[in-house]
């Protein structure tokens, strides 16, 4: 009897141990502080991708816009840089799409107006909560004069860059990380369009990502040769009567091209090569 009292007395000990060690590890991971991704459906839609966000951080909602052609552009949206596809879409701070359909890049067409996306995340006291990113504007394709195209100037804040092209379609609004400038002018589509027309070219480098366009065709060191522009005028008429002009800043590589006299502020540029290099509306 006394072998049989000492035997339940160490099962009963052996037990209670056991059953303190599960509960400390249980205790030891703490899943509020954890960033987890996961599903979840309320009465409204479906969110997805939502994330759990702990009180000491501070989220913060990113999204790349490219132009995706014919009017309609891609968002994709991160949330503390992991693709998040709980967002919804403003235009004009009034609800434009609510991405039931939880797709991340949203492909959608757009028409002029300022745009942002609020993002959804869920706090460590699982509170829903939104943070907005930036805001974007969108443009609709500007207009140009019967027989001519418009010379399109776009401006990279990353890199510091420009460039220009003649095709709306090839930038849109935003793409790549150039946003639209401004129409610099009017150009022709062909050098038969008038008399005294010549080419204006766009060279490429792509150790940079820099752009220069120029009159001259030719070889240059680093750059190849992408397309024709436009036809502008060899000298000032009275159709074609603003001068289109260069600069270029050697600190990050940028070609800029304005038209007199709206020549902008040019802080660390210097007259490039072939300073003015036609003439156009």
């Not at 829903?128 to 776009?154: D, N």
Request: some cysteine.
């Amino acid at each position: 009897m006394k072998q049989f009292l000492t035997l339940l007395f160490f099962l009963i000990l052996i037990a209670g141990c056991n059953k303190e060690q599960s509960a400390n590890t249980t205790g030891s991971t703490n899943l509020l502080t954890t960033k987890v991704t996961y599903s979840h459906t309320d009465t409204t839609t479906a969110h997805l991708s939502v994330r759990k966000i702990a009180l000491s951080s501070t989220p913060s909602a990113t999204v790349q816009i490219n132009y995706a052609g014919n009017s309609r552009y891609t968002f994709t949206v991160y949330l503390n840089g992991a693709l998040t596809s709980d967002f919804e879409l403003y235009r004009n701070g009034v609800l434009y799409d609510s991405n039931a359909s939880s797709s991340n890049p949203l492909n959608i067409s757009l028409t002029a107006g300022t745009y942002y996306c609020s993002v959804r995340y869920i706090d460590d006291a699982d509170n829903y909560l939104y943070v907005q990113t930036s805001s974007y504007t969108i443009v609709a394709e500007p207009a140009s004069p019967a027989g001519m195209i418009c010379l399109y100037r776009y401006f990279n804040p990353t890199s510091g860059q420009h460039i220009c092209t003649y095709d709306w379609e090839e930038l849109g609004s935003t793409n790549v990380g150039f946003n639209f400038e401004k129409v610099l002018g009017y150009t022709y589509p062909s050098a038969t369009s008038a008399s005294n027309l010549k080419p204006i070219y766009r060279y490429y480098k792509s150790s940079d990502g820099s752009h220069f366009t120029t009159d001259i065709a030719g070889t240059y060191s680093g750059f190849v040769f992408e397309k024709i522009l436009g036809y502008v005028g060899t000298a000032a008429t009275a159709t074609l009567s603003r001068s289109l002009t260069k600069y270029y800043r050697s600190s990050d590589d940028d070609h800029f091209v304005c038209v007199a006299p709206d020549v902008p502020n040019t802080t660390g540029y210097t007259e490039d090569i072939d300073f003015i290099f036609g003439y156009l509306q």
